[in-house]
């Protein structure tokens, strides 16, 4: 079982593997919040061990840290007709947008025009590169 994920700010490690300290760190995290939702996941479970990983976020629009949609064709082949699309970036919120967010890639993607997409989820695209 899966309990969730914290949230390490000035992590440096960059593998799935985590020393013993920094899984005693995240099951004393976890574990409380983990038994207010079951309460019997103390006598229940034996931890096993923690797995680290990585999660991208988007760049910080004046809108906060927002998904990234749309067509990403010109940074393939520059073809007009969009066979390549961007779905990524939902960070902590994934699991709240996901339904929505799919919702509106599909209708561009079946459209053929991501204008359908608000345009703060496209302004990626207007961004400039540094």
Avoid at 7 to 13: A, F, I, L, P
Avoid at 46 to 75: E, Q, V
Avoid at 85 to 106: E, I, N
């Amino acid at each position: 079982m899966y309990m969730g994920s914290t949230w390490e700010w000035k992590s440096r490690n960059y593998l799935p593997y985590v020393s013993a300290e920094e899984a005693t760190n995240a099951l004393k995290e976890l574990l409380p919040k983990a038994s207010a939702i079951y309460p019997d996941i103390i006598k229940a479970w034996t931890f096993a061990g923690a797995r680290a990983g990585l999660r991208a976020m988007p760049p910080l629009t004046p809108h906060g840290s927002l998904p990234l949609l749309g067509c990403i064709n010109d940074l393939f082949d520059g073809n007009h007709t969009c066979k390549y699309w961007l779905f990524g970036g939902l960070g902590s919120r994934g699991l709240l947008y996901h339904g929505w967010l799919g919702k509106l890639m599909a209708q561009a993607v079946l459209l053929g025009n991501e204008d359908v997409i608000p345009s703060q989820l496209t302004s990626w695209r207007r961004r400039r590169r540094s």
